[in-house]
């Protein structure tokens, strides 16, 4: 049994819609499509910058402009017409919010349909949560718990305001403008994101949520983060999304920083659901991001990922080992379902001498999706001693959808230590009759020998995280056996 | 309880089965022996439900239901279990966790309520040590590393668990060493009683020594050429299966 005809369950899946696709009809402030210098002058003076941001943002255009759009990814797509998109649009509360009553009662209607309602966050997990949707926060919780702390945690665009020499200081410090094309992009034309600040030998005492949502049509969502956690401090960051149903083509080009000073640790959890375009991917969000951290000696930056949506996802979170002594690590599960494609992994760049990194991908394809791991381990001639773990497994749920692995690994120090072990899978039809002959509906056994397959992964996110992300592999893989 | 009437069978192109009869009454043990190839396992396969064999012709009745319209998880809910001749591992999911699912969802599916947390753990404490499992066994990934004994004792853990009506043991006598045999014919003895049937499918006769049958069925060539008493078993380990299939053969000749 392998086609799909055969299996009314997989057909039945194709034909569901995405769960999250609503759209809100809240009053836009939206620029006209199109990029330019007076595009971006216009953004930097609606946020009200300084100079100094304005001038990085052009100069950052300035040198987009010069780049081309990468194409070594394996996945396939129409490059997006820069030209036709939107780079801003704001929800028109201007007013600054005193409290979760003066937010526009449909945003929060959208909230509370995504299940992430602000006082339900608040009340039930004690997470502090920034969210963001289209560009703009609108609202902060637990600013003043988290201030007593001295911890900052804000929009990026009040950041820019309120604490302008830390965001000029390091903006741009780890991951540089000319990156890439679209680290460029995002630098010229950010419209908001998430700031960050972990004072010397803080520990922060919550878990630091955001939730990215792309709601206008047509527009780009851009964000910026930046994490800054010095010496000796701890934070455990969350980002989730999902994202409306949409005809058009969205891009979705983020740039995120982390910079952990000795002895700081950062932990980096994702869980991905924008949205993957209808059975045949159209209409998915292209989610282009660079997500990179440095780590000074004996710091430790950890990202973990759960990512289920989007059209095409580009997409390597990385750590960059300076200091001797630091740590790095990659966990991710990536799902591709129908047309979905995903060429994800990291880069794991060891300067530093004592410099550990583990990778562990856990790839599942399904219809007739691709999905690729990509990764670089990078031993530099001064890393004595480094060490590297890589595991990547690939698990087919059809024999229409492909994984592939491309791992890369240079090394230019004779004391350093790589493993490297990858396997590839068929989910087994043994393994889901005998879940059957127990009694498990197809969409149990499935659930479970997926949550098994990922559980390293998962074990590593936060446990509110974790629950979500269960159910998000549970339903973006219902029926998906073929 | 379990009427199979002229049951024809085939995967691919091949027909394994060729009108197989047999009757289980409520609270009986039935042994199946029988040549390699005979289909023994597929008879396994199909009572269990599984997709690869097309059934072509014949009935198969389970309390007065036709068994051949229920999907494999009906079939679980509606009471029959099958321990794997090979049974599978899946990594990352506890023994326990997969029990506990496999449990809820065949209460629910009975419109039944979820077992509470501790009444699921008492009834793992008193089932496991049926067959001596231990802790560490109940929470590893279901049979993943197991040795070959303890997966087999794993089934009957789960076949304990599950309660049910007819249990289809295919071949767990193989590759038992003597010791790991007899805690498994200790736990599905202990399970006997009226309202529940097992069939036994076994190479040797000397899992019958442990699980003594009501009666013995030789199947060869597709079909049940032999019925007898829990005798026949030793008959057919001193003899072997050439002199009732020859006398079969003869038969139909």
């Not at chain 1, 992009?185 to 030998?201: E, M, Q, R, W």
């Not at chain 1, 790839?363 to 595991?391: C, D, K, M, T, W």
């Not at chain 2, 269990?48 to 009745?61: F, L, P």
């Not at chain 2, 997966?151 to 789960?158: C, L």
Request: glycine content about 8%; overall charge negative.
């Amino acid at each position: 049994m392998s086609a799909s005809e055969e299996n009314p369950l997989l057909d039945e899946f194709t034909r569901k819609e995405y769960e999250f696709g609503f759209t809100t009809d809240i009053a836009a402030d939206k620029l006209e499509p199109g990029l330019n210098e007076g595009v971006i002058r216009l953004i930097s003076s609606k946020k009200n910058e300084p100079e100094w941001m304005l001038q990085w943002r052009l100069e950052a255009f300035r040198i987009w402009q010069t780049m081309e759009e990468p194409d070594w990814a394996h996945v396939n797509y129409e490059k997006p017409d820069y030209q036709a998109i939107s780079y801003y649009s704001a929800p028109k509360s201007k007013v600054p919010l005193g409290s979760l009553d003066e937010v526009d009662p449909e945003m929060r209607a959208t909230m509370d349909k995504l299940g992430i309602s602000m006082e339900e966050q608040k009340r039930l997990s004690g997470v502090a949560v920034d969210f963001v949707m289209d560009s703009v926060s609108v609202a902060t919780s637990f600013k003043d718990k988290l201030a007593d702390l001295g911890i900052i945690f804000c929009s990026m665009s009040e950041a820019i305001q309120e604490h302008p020499e830390l965001v000029r200081k390091h903006i741009g410090s780890v991951v540089p403008v000319k990156d890439n094309f679209f680290s460029a992009l995002n630098s010229a034309v950010f419209t908001d994101g998430s700031f960050c600040y972990i004072p010397k030998g803080s520990k922060c005492p919550m878990e630091l949520s955001t939730y990215f949502r792309i709601n206008e049509a047509g527009t780009g969502q851009f964000e910026r983060t930046l994490l800054i956690a010095e010496e000796g401090s701890y934070v455990s960051y969350l980002e989730g999304c999902t994202a409306p149903q949409r005809d058009e083509n969205q891009l979705h080009a983020a740039v995120v920083e982390l910079i952990a000073k000795d002895d700081a640790e950062i932990k980096y959890s994702t869980v991905q659901n924008w949205y993957p375009g209808d059975a045949e991917g159209k209409g998915g969000v292209f989610n282009f991001v660079t997500k990179r951290g440095i780590c000074e000696a004996r710091a430790k930056i950890s990202w973990t990922q759960v990512e289920t949506g989007s059209a095409v996802t580009w997409k390597y979170p990385s750590c960059i080992l300076k200091g001797d002594g630091s740590i790095g690590e990659f966990y991710s599960v990536a799902v591709t379902n129908n047309a979905q494609q995903a060429d994800t992994g990291t880069k794991m760049i060891h300067l530093g001498a004592n410099t550990h990194s583990t990778i562990i991908s856990k790839g599942i394809s399904a219809g007739n999706s691709q999905n690729s791991y990509r990764g670089l381990v990078q031993i530099g001639p001064r890393a004595r001693h480094a060490r590297n773990f890589s595991q990547c497994d690939s698990l087919l749920m059809t024999d229409t959808s492909g994984a592939h692995t491309f791992p890369y690994i240079e090394t230019k120090n004779p004391t350093a230590h790589v493993e490297h072990e990858a396997t590839t899978s068929r989910i087994g039809e043994d393994q889901i009759f005998y879940c059957l002959q127990r009694g498990l509906t197809e969409e149990q056994a499935i659930g479970l020998i997926v949550n098994g397959y990922a559980k390293e992964v998962l074990n590593k996110l936060p446990m509110e995280f974790a629950v979500e992300a269960r159910k998000l592999l549970t339903i973006s893989l219902e029926g998906s056996v073929g | 309880m379990l009427k199979i009437d002229n049951l024809h069978a085939r995967i691919g192109d091949t027909e394994i089965l060729k009108g197989l009869s047999l009757e289980l009454g409520a609270g009986e043990v039935h042994a199946i022996m029988g040549p390699n190839g005979s289909g023994k396992s597929t008879l396994a396969s199909i009572l269990a439900g599984r997709e690869d064999y097309e059934v072509t012709q014949g009935s198969i009745s389970f309390d007065g239901v036709d068994l051949l319209e229920l999907d494999a998880t009906e079939r679980a809910v509606a009471g029959i279990f099958l321990a794997f001749q090979y049974p599978v591992e899946i990594p990352g999911v506890s023994n326990i966790n997969f029990l506990r699912t496999a449990l809820n969802s065949i209460r629910e599916q009975r419109e039944e309520e979820p077992l509470s947390g501790k009444d699921f753990l008492a009834k793992v404490k008193a089932c496991a040590q049926l067959v001596e499992l231990d802790g560490k066994l109940r929470d590893r990934s279901v049979n993943e590393g197991f040795s070959g004994g303890e997966k087999k004792r794993n089934e009957v853990f789960q076949m304990a668990m599950l309660e049910p009506k007819l249990a289809v043991l295919d071949e767990t006598d193989s590759g038992l060493d003597i010791d790991a045999l007899r805690i498994v014919a200790h736990g599905v003895n202990s399970m006997r009683g009226a309202d529940r049937s097992f069939l036994v499918i076994t190479h040797y006769q000397r899992l019958l020594d442990h699980i003594v049958p009501d009666f013995v069925h030789v199947l060869a060539g597709g079909r049940i050429v032999h019925s007898g008493g829990k005798e026949l078993a030793l008959e057919l380990e001193e003899k072997g299966y050439d002199w009732i299939v020859d006398a079969e053969a003869a038969e139909q000749a």
